[in-house]
């Protein structure tokens, strides 16, 4: 059974950090590239970050560079997505998502497999 499960989401102040993680089982790791996708209440989802099967490149959006940082170790079979700076916009439901090849997109359609969620408020 496919099975990504996101953890460390939480409530945190404006400016404070968090890093999430993904647990990956039942499927190979190591050969899909991974992706963060949020999805704020009351919008669509939305493309935030990206990272190809070795590790090697990344990829932000315009909206999170500079302050988010997305890893994996592919010996644990885990995603990662430090977030630094956070603003009250960055307030969302943050889902990582696997296929073979780099993408962008916004929409479960277009990945291979899709995880459940962590949820993430910045507020004071």
């Known amino acids: 059974e496919v099975q990504l499960v996101e953890s460390g989401g939480g409530l945190v102040q404006p400016g404070g950090s968090l890093r999430l993680s993904c647990a990956a089982s039942g499927f190979r790791f190591g050969t899909q590239d991974m992706s963060w996708v949020r999805q704020a209440p009351g919008k669509g989802p939305e493309w935030v970050s990206s990272?190809?099967?070795?590790?090697?490149?990344?990829f932000y959006s315009n909206f999170v560079k500079g302050r988010f940082t997305i890893s994996r170790d592919n010996a644990k079979n885990t995603l990662y997505l430090r977030m630094n700076n956070l603003k009250p916009e960055d307030t969302a439901v943050y889902y990582c998502a696997a296929r073979p090849g780099y993408t962008t997109s916004n929409y479960p359609r277009d990945y291979a497999y899709w995880g459940q969620g962590t949820q993430v408020t910045v507020s004071s």
């Open positions: 990272i190809n099967s070795n590790g090697r490149d990344t």
